[in-house]
């Protein structure tokens, strides 16, 4: 899951790292002190420390083996769940323990491979781990047609009868909703045995575009370069618009050349999906999608017409950028080149110290509770030889706490990426504290919220406190590069799959011609094309075929939904609202104990409604009149 979503959020253009699963000068001097010195020691240890899991691999081994012959045990309770509270009590507590068990030992095996990839101790460990959470599921798999066999009027009258289903209830109450699109047992069995067949679409995807893509090879300054996706990675923010536009022009023929096939493999994944939810009486496969947390697909519709509706202020910030870059018709081409060099480098100490200062909105039983856990072995920081890359935060051990992996290499992105999975680490933290183990664990659409809160609020104090004019410009730009990568971008490609899915669900005929075309009108709609804002070639249509995600149907929208809610928290709570304050903290507190929408909209935001998409479009004019005033645009003079 996480070494997928690293990969992606390169593809999508995020800044930072996903979910759960994201260059070095001497050192300046500090930014300007808080009001009060924090307690933190000027090295923070260097890794984490596993011994809080299990006291080494011996202890790791037994308990796995214990939980192996619990398993028979497990498969005996099927049958019972209906018998009285008593027995569904005493069965639900016997499944909760043993997930609990299960992730405790995944978390071990995941972190320790993760920590050194080269170990083949390592792998096996964790194909143990992995098989074991397969047999897990397997001799449970029985509960959830079991719960819907008992039926709601009878689950609410055991809930009613036994308290201690208490925690309990809220997973029975998804499993019942959840039923009225669960087959028979034969016809699931049949649609199980059609799954393999139906992923075949995206496996021959990820052949074709990762291994089979005739690459050219190109001579850039001087030297020759051979041109795939991680070499364009490297090359597109080139400083020299011409080898910017070199690279754009080498790279996207290659895809638009295979623009049939892969159309062809696109709708082919479709009609499968579309398959699948009709199969399962969805009306949509957006509904399908979105039923599995329970979120209205109002929330959808509302951030992709917000997006559309922000689009002006999007293209202000490319005419800024344009101006900025010195160029005279921005292209296509031009939309990562940086706007300025990065002013300065950071230690680990450092990017803890700035987190800290920065998430001082939050409140000081916040701040106190953070510097506590940096220094606690939560985390494994820099990069080594054989370390796994990129960034996340794995919450899987209940009743230890969460665990940070990152790739620190000194870099602003770095330091955001220490703020952005400690704002998980800390949800975490508060989820597990305030919830049973059988209500901590909390979806994706609430996940990114207090990540994207930490990352905002960080880049808030750096902004303020910039030392120099050019501090103060990087950092305006990389936040506003955030808001445009993780906002825009990712409301452009839900909008492209609601209408594939659409073309598809409603029978009409859709080529790797149509896809273009389609991506095409998107692509110039929101860089403003039409308004002489950024220019967008023809060739770059062929973008989607570049794009994993969209075989992943409907789970893009969630970065631009989270970053949206943040902006609409950070905001609020930096302007001093304290009741927003506290209903924020009390949502990282409601863990997963309800829908996460319902969560999300306890806390005062209602992603169905225009309110967070706004708050965001605003924050990003009000960034983009900031970095115009300091640049010598119209706001210069005041
Ligand atoms: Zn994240």
């Known amino acids: 899951m996480k070494q997928t979503v690293l990969a992606l959020s390169i593809a999508l253009g995020i800044a930072s790292t996903g979910a759960f699963a994201q260059t070095a000068q001497p050192t300046a001097p500090r930014t300007a002190p808080p009001a009060a010195p924090l307690p933190l020691p000027s090295d923070p240890p260097a890794t984490w420390n596993l011994a809080t899991l299990y006291a080494g691999d011996a202890a790791w081994d037994a308990a796995r083996q214990a939980l192996l012959a619990q398993l028979p045990q497990l498969k005996a309770l099927q049958g019972t769940l209906g018998a009285s509270p008593a027995t569904l009590l005493h069965a639900l507590r016997a499944l909760s323990a043993a997930q609990k068990e299960a992730a405790r030992l995944d978390v071990y095996a995941s972190l ?45 009258a055991f809930i009613a009868a036994e308290p201690g289903l208490a925690p309990h209830a809220y997973g029975l109450h998804t499993l019942l909703r959840l039923a009225g699109h669960t087959l028979s047992a034969s016809e699931e069995a049949l649609l199980a045995g059609a799954a393999e067949p139906l992923s075949q679409p995206q496996q021959i995807y990820e052949l074709l575009a990762n291994a089979d893509l005739p690459w050219p090879t190109l001579t850039v300054h001087g030297k020759k370069v051979r041109l795939d996706q991680e070499t364009y990675v490297a090359l597109r923010d080139d400083a020299d618009p011409k080898v910017r536009e070199q690279v754009f022009h080498a790279f996207w023929p290659v895809f638009k050349a295979y623009q049939r096939t892969l159309g062809a493999i696109y709708v082919a994944h479709l009609r499968g999906v579309a398959f699948d939810a009709r199969a399962h009486k969805f009306d949509s496969a957006l509904q399908d999608a979105l039923s599995q947390a329970n979120t209205p697909d109002t929330v959808y ?124 680490a800390m949800h975490s933290v508060f989820a597990d504290a305030a919830q049973p183990f059988e209500l ?93 804002v950024m220019k967008i070639d023809e060739l770059y249509g062929a973008e989607w075929e570049y794009i994993p995600h969209f075989y992943t149907d409907y789970y893009v929208y969630q970065y631009a939904t989270s970053i949206s809610a943040a902006a609409y928290f950070a905001t609020g709570i930096e302007q001093g609202d304290t009741a927003l304050r506290t209903r924020y903290l009390d949502m990282l507190k409601a863990g997963g104990s309800n829908d996460p929408y319902v969560i999300v909209k306890q806390a005062g935001v209602d992603m169905a409604t225009p309110a967070p998409y706004r708050a965001l479009v605003e924050r990003m004019g009000r960034l983009v009149d900031q970095l115009d005033a300091l640049t010598g645009g119209p706001g210069a003079a005041k």
């Not at 964790?126 to 397969?134: G, K, Y």
């Not at 599921?137 to 719960?147: G, K, P, Q």
């Not at 220094?375 to 009743?399: F, I």
């Open 112 to 156: 320790k491979s993760d920590q050194d990839t080269q170990v083949t101790a390592n792998q096996a460990r964790r194909q143990l781990s992995s098989a074991l959470q397969n047999q897990l599921a397997e001799a449970t798999a029985w509960e959830a047609s079991e719960v819907a066999a008992i039926g709601p009027a009878k689950v609410d």
């Open 440 to 532: 901590a664990n909390y979806g994706i659409f609430v996940a990114e919220i207090p990540s994207t809160t930490n990352e905002m609020l960080l880049s808030d104090y750096v902004i303020a406190h910039a030392r120099t004019r050019n501090e103060k410009i990087y950092a305006l730009a990389m936040q506003l590069e955030l808001l445009r990568g993780t906002f825009f971008r990712q409301a452009l490609f839900a909008e492209f799959e609601l209408k594939t899915h659409e073309a598809v669900e409603q029978g009409r005929p859709l080529t790797g011609e149509d896809l273009s075309a389609l991506y095409l009108e998107l692509l110039r709609r929101y860089h403003g094309d039409a308004q002489g």
């Open 301 to 424: 519709r509302a951030m992709v017409a917000e997006a559309n509706a922000g689009l002006p202020t999007l293209q202000r910030y490319l005419r800024l950028r344009g101006r900025l870059l010195g160029l005279k018709q921005q292209q296509y081409s031009d939309i990562y080149a940086a706007l300025v060099k990065p002013p300065r480098s950071y230690t680990l100490g450092e990017a803890e110290q700035l987190t800290l200062q920065g998430v001082a909105p939050l409140g000081e039983d916040y701040v106190k509770t953070l510097a506590q856990h940096f220094q606690e072995g939560w985390m494994d920081a820099v990069p080594r030889q054989g370390k796994r890359s990129g960034a996340y935060m794995n919450p899987g051990a209940y009743d230890v706490h969460p665990f940070v992996l990152t790739s620190f290499n000194n870099n602003y992105e770095s330091v955001s990426t220490v703020a952005h999975e400690w704002g998980h």
